[in-house]
């Protein structure tokens, strides 16, 4: 009986010993988080009107190291409302390097005059185009987003 005690305190010990270990290794391998699949996008300032210039940082880190690696960056000016809104509107076209170091895309825009609404909502949308594996092993190209809030204001 005592044996038999020592035995599962033992057991029990290794286990949380071996949970700890695990929860750290698991805590190092979510360093990037779900969300920054595709990668993670910076608009400065983030509140424009038309015809300001703007710098966009892309931030592709995690999206190559959960093999998103970008071979094409969109980005476009995107809106959501109560009622029908024209767009998303492109306001870049970029190919990614994947010999850039760090791994960033970084670059300025100019906000285009078009038809804005003070209702509704705008975001910038960076679509990442990366290359996958299909059935036979043949590469095809296909596309994740992620969109970062904006405010447009002065028209
Ligand atoms: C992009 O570069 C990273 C880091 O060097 C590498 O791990 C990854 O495999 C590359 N991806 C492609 C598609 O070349
Ligand atoms: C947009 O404007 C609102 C109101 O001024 C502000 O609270 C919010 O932080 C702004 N958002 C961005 C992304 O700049």
Known sequence: MATSSRV???NFLSIAALASFAATASAQGNSCPEASRFGNVQVSPSTLSPGETFTVTADLTC??????????????????ATHTVSGPILIARRTYDNSTSPPIDKFTAVLPHWFYFADATYSLLMDNSFARAGPTGESVITTGGILTPINITGF
Do not use: E, K, V
């Open 8 to 10: 599962m305190r033992f």
């Open 63 to 80: 999206a190559i190291q959960l093999g998103n690696t970008p071979t094409f960056l969109d980005y476009y000016i995107s809106a959501t």
